[in-house]
Nanobody, 123 residues
Framework: QVQLAESGGRWVQTGGSLRLSCAAS????????MTWFRQAPGKEREFVAQ?????YYSDSVRGRFTISRDNTLNTVYLQMNSLKPEDTAVYYC???????????????????WGQGTQVTVSS
């Protein structure tokens, strides 16, 4: 049984930093594209950052967020710096068998999802 478990979300002051983690089990982790999405209240789930053979970021987080993965620990991370109130959302990690070398931004292309972790940014 595949499981993705996010952790690290909490309230943080504007301008602060957080590190999210997503621990995966039950899948051949290194073969999967791993991606962070987020969903704010009343909005659609949106792409944040992806890591496979390459790394991709949304325009809204590029330069502030860093995605990384540790295939020995089956874990993907999202380091978030210079946080803004508009970063407030539930953050989800997702795994896709597609696109080892491709950009995979659509939720429909993902096979597995975590339950999400809440990030709240305010002053």
């Amino acid at each position: 049984q595949v499981q993705l478990a996010e952790s690290g979300g909490r309230w943080v002051q504007t301008g602060g930093s957080l590190r999210l983690s997503c621990a995966a089990s039950g899948l051949a982790f290194s073969a999967y594209t791993m991606t962070w999405f987020r969903q704010a209240p009343g909005k659609e789930r949106e792409f944040v950052a992806q890591v496979n053979a390459f790394i991709y970021y949304s325009d809204s987080v590029r330069g502030r967020f860093t995605i990384s993965r540790d295939n020995t620990l089956n874990t993907v991370y999202l380091q978030m710096n210079s946080l803004k109130p508009e970063d407030t959302a539930v953050y989800y990690c997702a795994a896709s068998r597609l696109g080892r070398y491709s950009f995979v931004p659509h939720t429909d292309d993902y096979d597995y999802w975590g339950q999400g972790t809440q990030v709240t940014v305010s002053s």
